[in-house]
């Protein structure tokens, strides 16, 4: 996947967390959305750089 399209999907959750944690009350369930909102990021970033990696193997094989 293109890396525009991880940030824009990346983006749409972060908007969805920060509309849904202005209803939430319980700072536990707060600091949750925040800690996977993190993790999505990271995971969506992790699997860029992978893309990357596996390119330039691919480039360099040739």
Do not use: W
Not at 1 to 27: C, H, I, N, S, Y
Not at 43 to 61: C, F, M, P, Q, W
Request: glycine share 4%; hydrophobic share 40%; proline share 2%.
């Amino acid at each position: 996947m293109p890396r525009d399209k991880r940030l824009t999907k990346a983006k749409e959750f972060a908007e969805r967390a920060e509309k849904t944690l202005e209803g939430v009350t319980d700072q536990g369930a707060k600091a949750q959305t925040l800690a996977l909102l993190a993790l999505t990021h990271a995971v969506l970033e992790t699997g860029y750089d992978i893309d990357n990696v596996r390119e330039a193997i691919a480039d360099k094989s040739l």
